[in-house]
T-cell receptor, first 116, second 113 residues
Framework: DGGITQSPKYLFRKEGQNVTLSCEQNLNHDAMYWYRQDPGQGLRLIYYSQIVNDFQKGDIAEGYSVSREKKESFPLTVTSAQKNPTAFYLCASSVLKDRGWYYGYTFGSGTRLTVV | GDSVTQMEGPVTLSEEAFLTINCTYTATGYPSLFWYVQYPGEGLQLLLKATKADDKGSNKGFEATYRKETTSFHLEKGSVQVSDSAVYFC????????????FGTGTSLTVIP
């Protein structure tokens, strides 16, 4: 079955370290997205990419970086510049062409990042 | 710009009670509307959707009707179960804005036996 795989499920980061969260999809979706979710809060968009080798900042991009070297993969790096990285991170993907708007987003199961 | 406003939670109901979670939207075009559900520690799953005015989305006993005149997409279920305890997100997607999704802040539902 097609879907989105996020790994790891749990990640611990020491102060000052960079960490990378993996997101892979086999849905042949064009666009991929990273969201941050804090306890009791909604989703905030970090970065998104609509095509390979191109990506755009979302609402809270500071302290994060991404790459899109392959259509299937959209890793997120949480850098040491992100002062409060403890959160639940969600990756999503969608079709852009044709009636992509009809189908909505498909989400991964998330990565919980904790600073120790 | 486009936006979604959801009723604030948390909502606590007894099993078999009737559920309504309000959602209203603002959009310049003709958006598609969605309800997503998030179970504890998991990602979001699509629950139901409606793509044009007066459409009714339904799934697992949940329903929502796209009301253009009131710009609303309220989620309802006639008889909730303990297994429905989750966070529910209303969202819209407008093809005129490149399929960008706009999410509500989520409503937490707890169903007690």
């Amino acid at each position: 079955d097609g879907g989105i795989t996020q790994s790891p499920k749990y990640l611990f980061r020491k102060e000052g370290q960079n960490v990378t969260l993996s997101c892979e999809q086999n849905l042949n979706h064009d666009a991929m997205y990273w969201y941050r979710q804090d306890p009791g809060q909604g989703l905030r968009l970090i970065y998104y990419s609509q095509i390979v080798n191109d990506f755009q900042k979302g609402d809270i991009a500071e302290g994060y970086s991404v790459s899109r070297e392959k259509k299937e993969s959209f890793p997120l790096t949480v850098t040491s510049a992100q002062k409060n990285p403890t959160a639940f991170y969600l990756c999503a993907s969608s079709v852009l062409k044709d009636r992509g708007w009809y189908y909505g987003y498909t989400f991964g199961s998330g990565t919980r990042l904790t600073v120790v | 710009g486009d936006s979604v406003t959801q009723m604030e939670g948390p909502v606590t109901l007894s099993e078999e009670a009737f559920l309504t979670i309000n959602c209203t939207y603002t959009a310049t075009g003709y958006p598609s509307l969605f309800w997503y559900v998030q179970y504890p520690g998991e990602g979001l799953q699509l629950l139901l959707k409606a793509t044009k005015a007066d459409d009714k989305g339904s799934n697992k006993g949940f329903e929502a009707t796209y009301r253009k005149e009131t710009t609303s997409f309220h989620l309802e279920k006639g008889s909730v179960q303990v297994s429905d305890s989750a966070v529910y997100f209303c969202a819209l997607s407008d093809q005129r804005t490149g399929n960008q999704f706009y999410f509500g802040t989520g409503t937490s539902l707890t169903v007690i036996p």
